[in-house]
């Protein structure tokens, strides 16, 4: 969820390197991070369903920050329009991937998964097809599915425990403020800030995941 409404606009070099470290950091962190909690579920739980939920938000969660990686740090490299798609597409597949262990850990809310699933292949299509247009559209519908558990997912929310859930909100409240500075295009840094904003809200979720694997073992 590096970028989201696509007005690049002249960064400075100091900016730039600054970018390269949060994006650099937060992917050797994450290809540490995500090995280690799929060792820690095949120990907990073993089953086939609890290893799916768990390395598919830990794939998602890759491949979003790598997308985000390599179209950031490489500008003008002459795949910026392929990169640009697979950046924002990834965004689409980070959202779902992150509902997926919740529901299939606790067995609850597949409905809502499907739907969110649905939801990302939809996102993904408009953003192949036509990456410039509906911005505002694009937007709307990561925020809108992001933040659709607390809406649609009854049963979901109901089979987490208040601190996975507390984890939860927090990360989504730190998505959603980063939208702020990633807009504010004039503010030196915004992207830098805007990407900590990101690599911050994935850890807090990374701890929900986490939390909720160990409850639900226990």
């Given amino acids: 969820m590096m970028a989201l409404l696509e007005t690049r606009s002249d960064y400075s070099r100091s900016e730039r390197l600054s970018d390269a470290v949060i994006h650099v950091s937060g992917l050797t962190i994450v290809l540490v991070a995500v090995p280690v909690l799929i060792t820690v579920t095949a120990f907990l739980r073993g089953d086939f ?5 768990i390395t598919v938000y830990g794939l998602a ?5 790598l997308c985000s990686a390599l179209y950031n740090l490489l500008p003008g490299s002459g795949w910026e329009g392929v990169l640009k798609r697979l950046d924002h597409s990834a965004i689409y597949v980070k959202i779902a991937g992150t509902y997926t262990p919740f529901t299939l850990l606790s067995g609850q809310g597949l409905w809502l998964l499907a739907g969110i699933w649905v939801a990302a292949l939809a996102g993904i299509g408009l953003k192949v097809t036509a990456p410039d247009r509906f911005r505002l559209l694009a937007l709307a519908l990561y925020l809108g599915m992001g933040w659709a558990g607390l809406v649609a997912g009854g049963a979901l929310l109901a089979a987490l425990s208040w601190p996975v859930l507390t984890l939860i909100l927090t990360g989504g409240i730190l998505y959603t403020a980063g939208v702020i500075f990633y ?13 900590v904003f990101v690599l911050a809200a994935s850890g807090v979720f990374y701890a929900a995941v986490t939390v909720h694997l160990v409850q639900s073992s226990a």
């Avoid at 369903?49 to 939920?53: D, N, P, S, Y």
């Avoid at 969660?61 to 920050?65: A, Q, R, V």
């Avoid at 807009?183 to 990407?195: D, G, K, V």
Wanted: glycine share 4%; net charge neutral.
């Fill in 49 to 53: 369903t609890a290893l799916l939920g």
């Fill in 61 to 65: 969660l890759i491949t979003m920050l």
């Fill in 183 to 195: 807009l504010w295009e004039r503010l030196p840094y915004h992207y830098t800030i805007w990407h």
